[in-house]
């Protein structure tokens, strides 16, 4: 059974100073469902999560949302004012003084321990998670990530895709995601929409991959060659970053 | 002790208990350049104020307020960056203030009383408006602070989370504003910003957290009051300025303490 869309995106455009930044994208963000926007620099991505978040509004085209519709938003960068002080803790009651709930994005997210840390102190990594928990402060019903895995190594980056997957299964949010490559994206999304501007192409990760506009996007050197390297470890890291023996089974690339 | 230096007193404790709370957010924002800007077009307010004989608090209030909204659209309409807008505004309406000033040679006006203040010369009515703007000041700084907080930690999440990030952002406009048209008669135009930038510099390295930065500011502004005045009695200085060298002093003293 289909619902309604939470996001709905008809013919949008967004035109600044006489610049196309995007033209007439089709978009769907359904419950519990993962949809990922790929395209390379300046393809409009950034513009596109604007849109979605109501930031700002397209020059053409319409973008209806399901009412009440909540949103969780992790931005690609987080500037934060350095004269404030300001623990990861209070960071995280500015989206809501929920106490419980604090406590479990903390610790979904591996942020437990960093909770009465500065602000200013945490790593890239450390960053990247505590912006996640915030986004779930709000109990959204769908969550925007925009370059969630940035500045975070490979196996913390599967890491990171696993656990939105996660999120996505226990609590039923619909997830918008940005990135700028596939590759690691693929397993954790539903559908793909890549963007040049216009739509280049979208559909299943398996048929984005090999479809031609793809291709000429990124490359099939690109695609061909750039295959994730596969490789296996006696061991992985949890996002505590402490080592977790694998039982031979769970092993990652 | 003297009644002046009395009314001094409660005027300048008046003061310090909104400029720490206020000064904070112009710290954490960025705004020590909007707050000049405001002060500056004080002097064309006061012009009009004697020009159209109206109250002349009333008339620096407004001038500011019509300042603000002239930064808000021309942010909107011009590339030119933010600190260039403010230059272009607090310069020219210093200009504009000084050359309508010029033009009323038959009100004498003491230039140097509202350039740099007359604390000592506070009247019980003064000390009446600055308590009672204070406090109207405080409520609605608390009315509005969680929204005003997760504003200035990061904008975007805080329009996401819900936030009328413009209407938050006037009514802090307007109640920077407010603080400077009542400050202007003890500090004077000139040093009104140092009062809402210097203790809050000053308790940044002693804070774990916000609102614990809000109350150090204003106990750090509030001692700079007091060693200020009664230094300004002792050696016979200038009162405005005596306070804020005193501010000044606390701020250097402050930042012989280690970054945690």
Known sequence: ?253 | MDDFMLRALAAGLGLSLISGPLGVFVVWQRMAYFGDTLAHSALLGIALGLLFELNLQLSVLLLAVFIAAALLILQRRSLLASDTLLGILAHGSLAMGLVAISFQDEIRIDLLAYLFGDILAVGNDDVFWIWGGALLCLSILAGIWRRLLNLSVNAELAAVDGVQTTGIKLVFMLLVALVIAVAMKIVGVLLITALLIIPAASAQRFSRSPEQMALIATLVGAAAVLIGLFASLLLDTPAGPSVVTAATLLFLLSQLRRMH
């Open chain 1, 1 to 253: 059974m289909q619902t309604d869309p939470l996001l709905l995106g008809k013919g949008v455009g967004v035109t600044v100073r006489g610049r196309d930044l995007l033209r007439h994208v089709d978009f769907e963000v359904r419950r519990r469902r993962i949809l990922t926007v790929i395209g390379p620099n300046g393809a409009g991505k950034t513009t596109l999560v604007r849109l979605a978040l109501g930031l700002s509004t397209p020059t053409s085209g319409t973008i209806s949302r399901a009412p009440g519709l909540r949103i969780g938003y992790m931005p690609q960068k987080l500037s934060l004012p350095e004269s404030m002080p300001l623990t990861v803790n209070r960071f995280l009651t500015l989206a809501s003084t929920d106490q419980a709930s604090l406590q479990r994005n903390a610790a979904e997210t591996g942020i437990t321990k960093l909770l009465d840390r500065p602000m200013r102190d945490l790593s890239g990594g450390e960053t990247q998670r505590v912006l996640l928990a915030r986004a779930l402060m709000t109990k959204p019903d769908l969550l925007v990530l925009d370059e969630p895995v940035q500045g975070i190594d490979v196996n913390g980056q599967s890491e990171l895709y696993r656990l939105i997957v996660r999120l996505r299964d226990e609590r039923g949010c619909a997830v918008l995601m940005v990135s700028h490559d596939l590759h690691l994206v693929m397993a954790a999304t539903d559908e793909v929409l890549c963007i040049n501007q216009h739509v280049c192409c979208s559909g299943h990760p398996d048929t984005v991959s090999q479809h031609p506009a793809y291709l000429d996007l990124f490359g099939e050197i690109d695609a061909e060659t750039l295959a994730v390297y596969t490789h296996h470890h006696d061991h992985r890291h949890n996002l505590h970053g402490e080592v977790v023996r694998d039982d031979g089974d769970k092993r990652h690339g």
